[in-house]
């Protein structure tokens, strides 16, 4: 399944790359998200996050193109898939599902601003449920996205690796 390798000058530079990009997806998403949430304020976490987030998903779109068009191993539909796989897991957030997730909150940042978040009761009111209900729908997505895309680096990554061991000098 996995392709022969050839010698050639784009390997180490191939692998710094696939790294950067592979660990860079991985720490941001699995390290540094969760303690953000943990450590800031709510407010002050989705500011971070949506400054972040635009360029985090245009890298999860473009690394995976790059490592296919630099890719040390012949070609193979295998290894060139699950880089698809990858950049359109990164296309799907930044196109679709960012700018859907933002809208919500905006929304809900200005039911919020409006004093309209809670009823007399004290109670959210059903268009606050209802909003945070879509958020968490979409957020839920996005995030399922990002593990398929982080995944299929990993996926490619062992690829590489078992490649890279054929490797002869």
Same mark, same amino acid.
């Given at each position: 399944?996995?392709?022969?390798l050839?010698?050639?000058?784009?390997?180490?530079y191939?692998?710094l790359?696939?790294?950067?990009?592979?660990?860079?997806?991985?720490?941001?998403?699995f390290i540094?998200?969760?303690?953000?949430?943990?450590?800031? =304020?709510? !407010? #002050? +976490?989705?500011? @971070?996050?949506?400054?972040?987030?635009?360029?985090?998903?245009?890298?999860?779109?473009i690394?995976?193109?790059?490592?296919?068009?630099?890719?040390?191993?012949?070609?193979?539909?295998?290894t060139?898939?699950?880089?698809?796989?990858s950049?359109?897991?990164?296309?799907?957030?930044?196109?679709?599902?960012?700018?859907?997730?933002?809208?919500?909150?905006?929304?809900r940042?200005?039911l919020?601003?409006?004093?309209?978040?809670?009823?007399?009761?004290?109670? =959210?009111? !059903? #268009? +606050?449920?209802? @909003?945070?209900?879509?958020f968490?729908?979409?957020?839920g997505?996005?995030?399922?996205?990002?593990?398929v895309?982080?995944?299929?680096?990993?996926?490619?990554?062992v690829?590489?690796?078992?490649g890279?061991?054929?490797?002869?000098?």
């Amino acid at each position: 399944m996995i392709c022969s390798l050839g010698l050639n000058t784009r390997v180490p530079y191939h692998f710094l790359f696939y790294s950067l990009a592979f660990g860079g997806s991985a720490f941001y998403s699995f390290i540094v998200s969760p303690l953000v949430f943990k450590k800031l =304020p709510r !407010e #002050e +976490f989705s500011n @971070l996050q949506n400054k972040v987030f635009p360029t985090y998903f245009q890298g999860q779109i473009i690394a995976p193109v790059i490592l296919a068009l630099t890719q040390p191993l012949a070609f193979c539909p295998f290894t060139l898939g699950v880089l698809g796989i990858s950049s359109i897991g990164g296309a799907l957030n930044y196109f679709w599902l960012l700018p859907v997730c933002q809208k919500i909150k905006e929304q809900r940042n200005q039911l919020v601003a409006d004093k309209a978040d809670v009823g007399a009761d004290g109670e =959210p009111t !059903e #268009e +606050f449920k209802t @909003l945070s209900k879509q958020f968490g729908k979409y957020h839920g997505i996005s995030t399922l996205v990002n593990m398929v895309s982080i995944l299929s680096l990993a996926v490619y990554g062992v690829g590489l690796a078992k490649g890279l061991t054929k490797l002869t000098i």
